[in-house]
């Protein structure tokens, strides 16, 4: 095992490393920028080191500098969380020549898994089926009306080097094509610095359904029930579930089993998840791989009783998987993500927190990094706390969440709790009768 693990991250996901790694008796190094100095994550490492200004690019996306906080601390692993370095193979290649252990999978599977364009062909291979769509990047305009005419409208652009809901543009008809088509690549430009696109079917109808996946060293893999992540603004995620209310047990076993083959097929390793789109008529289609750990991932930990960072710790130092693929679940849980913004505009609310009650009780879990006179900044993210319900039933688990949320007060900012207890009183959401398009249809109602 290794004795000291660098946390390349910062708020919710850093301290929640942090957590995991003490919990293993490994000591623990915070990195933080400037502003971060006081922030939970630092102050509850066992050491702290700054590593540049608030600017992400000369902190948190600064590899040199966050090398060094490695070789001046010690640390014989590094975990990179979520967003940041966490999909960049540069940093793992970069680790492995200094080295240090990464906490993730090796730089292939980035590679492999990175650009969504090349993920699609590979999971082809792997006999998982994709939305149809181009099996490379799109040249041109003339090439993009060949193949959009061909799996007919609607049909949506997206970025290879995609992420965050950035460079995708849906188009309804062939006169919108060729200025969707500019403005996607001008999205991707800004966000990627890669202007690459390529195109699939849009299926309107259709829930985001996610398998996550753990994979050792020695070649075991397996894929856990399915985690259902419909709720979503401007293709953001809002509030997850697990199990899906949409999915039968049938259908269940088949899509874990579909994914736990292709996981094995490119012998994957270290947390992973693959995302599903299900249309209406039960259908999966394979839409792109994330190579490290979710928001979302606690809600698979409440039902099925483990701690994913944990056992992603101990196999990234060579450990087998210490459970097996019939592993069993219990009942239900729901995250909701509290982010600071209004609940009706959506416009982004940073500020200092002047009063905080969070909630708690059996089988409510709060993932936060945040504590009264804690600021939100706006040059980070702008989640403040995830919270999550298990209970046996959905029914109880929305009840709980209800209830949690009610309890929940954050004087200084607003927050998005209030759109989250219209939703959760929603009768279409309480029948589970939602798909991709819910929200956008919620919110106009409301
Ligand atoms: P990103 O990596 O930018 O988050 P994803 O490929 O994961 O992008 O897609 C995010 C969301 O966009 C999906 O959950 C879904 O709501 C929507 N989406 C993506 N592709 C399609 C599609 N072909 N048809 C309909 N909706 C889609």
């Known amino acids: 095992m290794f004795s000291k693990l660098l946390v390349a991250n910062r708020a919710e996901i850093a301290l929640r490393i942090i957590r995991s790694a003490r919990e293993l008796g490994l000591k623990t190094v915070a990195i933080y920028s400037e502003p971060d100095k006081d922030s939970l994550h630092a102050l509850l490492a066992d050491e702290k080191i700054c590593i540049g200004p608030a600017k992400s690019s000369e902190s948190y996306l600064n590899i040199p500098n966050i090398m060094s906080a490695a070789e001046i601390t010690k640390a014989d692993a590094i975990h990179p969380g979520y967003g940041f370095l966490a999909e960049n193979p540069r940093f793992p290649e970069i680790c492995e020549a200094e080295g240090i252990a990464f906490v993730g999978p090796p730089a292939s599977i980035m590679r492999l898994m990175g650009n969504k364009s090349k993920a699609r062909q590979e999971m082809q291979k792997a006999k998982l089926p994709v939305i149809p769509g181009s099996n490379k990047i799109v ?13 007919s409208y609607p049909v949506i652009f997206k970025a290879v080097a995609g992420g965050g809901g950035r460079g995708m543009r849906v188009v309804r008809s062939p006169s919108l094509l060729e200025e969707q088509f500019s403005i996607a690549q001008n999205e991707a430009n800004a966000a990627f610095g890669d202007s690459s696109l390529y195109l699939e079917k849009y299926l309107p109808k259709a829930h985001h359904i996610e398998v996550q996946v753990i994979g050792d060293k020695k070649g075991n893999v397996i894929a856990f029930v399915e985690r259902e992540c419909s709720i979503q603004r401007k293709y953001q995620k809002l509030l997850e579930e697990t199990p899906s209310p949409f999915i039968d047990e049938k259908f269940r076993r088949k899509i874990v089993k579909a994914v736990q083959e292709a996981a ?31 928001v979302e991932h606690p809600i698979t930990e409440m039902i099925y009783g483990i701690d994913l960072i944990k056992e992603q710790i101990k196999i990234a130092a060579g450990n087998k998987l210490s ?4 592993q069993k679940t219990r009942g239900h849980s729901i995250e909701c993500r509290i982010n600071a913004e209004d609940a009706e505009t959506f416009i982004p609310s940073p500020g200092k927190i002047e009063f905080l009650a969070l909630p708690g009780g059996e089988g409510i879990r709060v993932d ?32 709980k969440m209800y209830t949690a949320l009610e309890m929940t007060t954050i004087v200084g900012i607003k927050t998005n709790i209030p759109l989250h207890l219209s939703l959760l009183s929603n009768s279409e959401f309480v029948r589970g009768d939602y798909d991709i398009q819910f929200m956008e249809k919620f919110l106009q109602k409301k």
């Open 139 to 151: 040249e041109d305009i003339v090439e993009a009306k060949k193949i959009a005419q061909k799996i």
């Open 264 to 294: 094995n097929s490119i012998r994957y390793q270290s947390l992973g998840t693959f995302e599903f789109l299900v249309d209406d008529k039960k259908k999966f289609y394979f839409m792109e791989a994330n190579t490290r750990v979710q």
């Open 323 to 326: 459970f097996s693929s019939d």
């Open 368 to 399: 936060t990094a945040v504590y009264a006179g804690w600021e939100i900044r706006a040059e980070y993210d702008s989640l403040v706390a995830k919270i999550v319900a298990a209970a046996s039933s959905r029914e109880d688990a929305i009840k």
